[in-house]
């Protein structure tokens, strides 16, 4: 069965002071690792999408990574408009038209000024 | 930029009770789902649906649960009796055809309410 387990569960920080965020995943065969950001009462915003071992990508003050096992999020000099719950989903390797996605539990991060 | 609208925002409904939820998809997308997050808990995946038919569901998703594209901008979701367990957010995502690792794209959710 695929898991995804986020750590922390919560995270105070103070703005400009740089973090990151984990994602442990254990999954059939990955075929993409995604996250998402979701503010209170709204959907899950997608940030990006990661494929396969080694790759980044970047937005801002994110930067999104991947190994075989995990993936980190890291906030660079967050602002208090970065505090939000961040998401992140497996998609396994094809197994029907649906690929569903399988959530962890999301880091709620909260930016002090 | 194109979003996935859902309503009502909220729904209030009696235990028993049938409830539809209702999702207009980005336009020209194929592939739609639905998931929920009861309160605290994880976004959980409900059902998957393609080319008119359902793909992939859960268990959650028992014959209480039906989906029905009644038209071709609508995706709703029907619960036809409901239980107080049911009282979670409702997302609706939908993805776009080519590279089949499109993102899914959500809406802002119901939050279904059960007395």
């Known amino acids: 069965e695929d898991q995804v387990t986020q750590s922390p569960e919560a995270l105070r920080l103070q703005e400009g002071e740089s973090s990151s965020l984990n994602c442990s995943y254990t999954?059939?065969?990955?075929?993409?690792l995604f996250w998402y950001r979701q503010d209170p009462g709204k959907g899950p915003e997608f940030l990006f999408t990661l494929y396969s071992a080694g790759e980044e990508k970047e937005k801002e003050r994110l930067k999104a990574t991947l190994t075989k096992k995990e993936s980190f999020l890291h906030i660079t000099a967050p602002k208090p408009e970065d505090s939000a719950t961040y998401l992140c989903a497996v998609r396994p390797t094809f197994k029907a038209a649906g690929n569903k996605l399988t959530f962890g539990g999301g880091t709620r991060v909260l930016v002090k000024p | 930029e194109p979003e996935v609208t859902q309503t009502p925002s909220h729904q209030v409904t009696q235990m028993g009770q049938e409830v539809i939820l209702r999702c207009v998809p980005i336009?020209?997308?194929?592939?739609f789902y639905w998931y929920r997050q009861i309160l605290g808990q994880k976004v959980e995946f409900l059902v998957s649906f393609y080319n008119n038919e359902i793909s992939e569901k859960s268990e959650i998703f028992d014959d209480q649960f039906s989906v029905e594209r009644p038209d071709g901008s609508n995706f709703t979701l029907k619960i036809r009796s409901t239980k107080l367990e049911d009282s979670a957010m409702y997302f609706c995502a939908s993805r776009g055809t080519g590279d089949s690792n499109q993102p899914q794209h959500f809406g802002d959710g119901t939050r279904l309410s059960i007395l």
């Open positions: 999954v059939s065969g990955l075929r993409g």
């Open positions: 336009s020209n997308h194929l592939y």
